[in-house]
């Protein structure tokens, strides 16, 4: 079966489209950053490719110390004004950017399939959750806040690229709306230009917002530690977090840190094999490169032939690969699972991490072949990972407490309920976890003792939309909790009190399961 590139999809004709789309915002030559309300030709630009074929692709304008200091001077000005705009005049512009991101849907949507390899319909839906839940705010604002108040500065975001819209795009909307303004350093590995594309859309709605670009190391005085910022919020692994963490120790500062954790998916007493298959399945969704992700399973043992069964009939299965390739031009996009990892780098990383497990004594129970994914002939496919799965891994695997961020699973075994439980916890807290079981009695004991922020009984867990909140127990959490009215409550200041991890102790929601 010989693939083409689908017409029209080519990265040529993407990026002019983006260029069409906000001609402001994107030069022949350069991504502008967006500083003060206007676009400017600032920052040097470097080198980046594609995950897809590791082709060539426009690399994100990167501005220096000073000019970061600059933009957050400017950003504390517009603040000081849009604190006194009225909450209707807010909700009306918020709408509006709105409006732009579902007219520039696709255009965004082919933009992050090109940077971050996210299949086409994943994709979509990055940009449509983002939307309905800046939708959902805006019909329950005002109570929201009633009582608070916008923080004294502006509120600074640094996020992971997985989820430029959904989680970046989404949480800097609803802090908008509270009356804060906003900034926002883009993710060096991918999504400036889906950024780009729609903070061009939130600028010409009036919202004041700045989008920078640049080393994290440069510009952390400024985007971490400036005493002008209201707040941080940071998505992002335990190492840049803990950095992060360190920088604020010397500043009463509101921060949100969301940080990894190994979250896992317990199997005990349970008999509903073919529940569970689909549910595995859809877990590998962009090559479980998300924060929510389930790459490790803790089984009772007595139950491992059954597991194994279902299990190697779903990862046997999955369809992965060049997330543009068709048979025929008239073809739809193709559905994949998945497929490239964010980097050639990261790709080689995860592969050398599999290699290193085996040979620390680990068992070898799955490892998938590039052969069986979907590309162009010859293609680049160097960022590109095949599914694998290691059997009761070392303790001593450099992934052993990690996640992997790829599609690489762990399986341990157990034989008693302590274990089980020790299992569950092995990364000292995590943002999910669940169990498959069918007796009831035995997931509320040990919900009790596992350390997650949401737990599912049958069900995967994930951030959430609307009324959901979200956040981490353990090392995975620093700061206050955020989704439905903590989201709010977390960007304003007021009697409430916050729920969230902090340095003298955490207060936790009344109701986080099912």
């Not at 390899?117 to 019909?139: F, M, N, Q, S, T």
């Not at 952390?220 to 707040?231: I, R």
Request: hydrophobic share 40%; net charge negative; aromatic share 8%.
């Amino acid at each position: 079966m010989t693939l083409i590139l689908k017409p029209g999809t080519d990265w040529a004709t993407v990026s002019d489209l983006a260029r069409h789309r906000a001609p402001e915002a994107f030069d022949t030559d350069r991504i502008r950053n967006l500083i003060g309300g206007d676009w400017r030709a600032v920052g040097t630009t470097g080198e980046h490719v594609s995950p897809v074929d590791q082709s060539p692709i426009l690399g994100p304008a990167r501005v220096d110390h000073d000019t970061a200091v600059a933009a957050v001077a400017d950003a504390v000005r517009q603040h000081r004004d849009w604190g006194g705009v009225p909450l209707e005049e807010r909700a009306a512009r918020v709408r509006a950017a709105l409006d732009g991101l579902r007219d520039n849907r696709d255009a965004i949507a082919m933009l992050l399939v090109w940077e971050i390899g996210k299949p086409w319909k994943i994709a979509c839906a990055d940009i449509d959750r983002c939307i309905e839940g800046v939708e959902w705010y805006l019909g329950q604002i005002g109570r929201q806040l009633e009582g608070r108040r916008p923080l004294a500065g502006p509120i600074s975001n640094i996020a992971s690229w997985n989820y430029p819209l959904s989680v970046l795009v989404h949480a800097e909307l609803v802090q908008l709306l509270a009356g804060n303004a906003v900034i926002a350093k883009t993710p060096s590995q991918g999504g400036f230009h889906a950024l780009t594309l729609a903070h061009a859309m939130m600028a010409r709605a009036g919202l004041p917002v700045t989008l920078l670009s640049g080393v994290g190391g440069e510009l952390a005085d400024a985007l971490v530690s400036s005493p002008s910022l209201g707040a941080l919020a940071f998505v992002g692994g335990r190492s840049n977090g803990r950095a992060a963490a360190q920088t604020l120790a010397n500043f009463n500062k509101r921060h949100i840190l969301e940080q990894e954790g190994l979250n896992a998916w317990g199997i005990w007493d349970y008999s509903n094999w073919d529940d569970l298959a689909p549910i595995l399945r859809k877990g590998f969704e962009y090559a479980k490169q998300r924060c929510t992700a389930y790459p490790r399973y803790v089984v009772q043992r007595r139950l491992f032939p059954a597991f194994l069964e279902m299990y190697l009939s779903v990862i046997g299965n999955l369809r992965f690969g060049h997330p543009l390739a068709v048979e025929d031009p008239a073809d739809e996009l193709p559905e994949l699972e998945f497929g490239p990892v964010i980097q050639k780098v990261k790709a080689t990383d995860l592969r050398a991490q599999y290699d290193e497990a085996i040979t620390m004594g680990g068992i070898p129970l799955y490892h998938g072949d590039l052969s069986k994914g979907k590309f162009l002939t010859g293609q680049d496919i160097a960022a590109y990972v095949a599914p694998a799965c290691v059997l009761e891994p070392p303790r001593a695997w450099s992934l052993h407490h990690s996640e992997p961020f790829g599609p690489i699973d762990s399986i341990v075994l157990v034989d008693t309920e302590a274990e089980f439980i020790s299992a569950m916890n092995v990364s000292n807290g995590s943002l999910v976890s669940s169990v498959a079981t069918d007796d009831r009695a035995f997931a509320a004991r040990v919900r009790e003792e596992v350390h997650s922020f949401k737990f599912g009984i049958n069900r995967p867990r994930s951030r959430g939309d609307r009324e959901e909140v979200f956040g981490g127990r353990g090392a995975s959490w620093r700061g206050a909790f955020v989704g439905g009215d903590l989201l709010v409550d977390s960007v304003t200041d007021g009697e409430r009190p916050l729920f969230g991890n902090f340095p003298d102790g955490a207060r936790y929601p009344d109701t986080l399961d099912d």
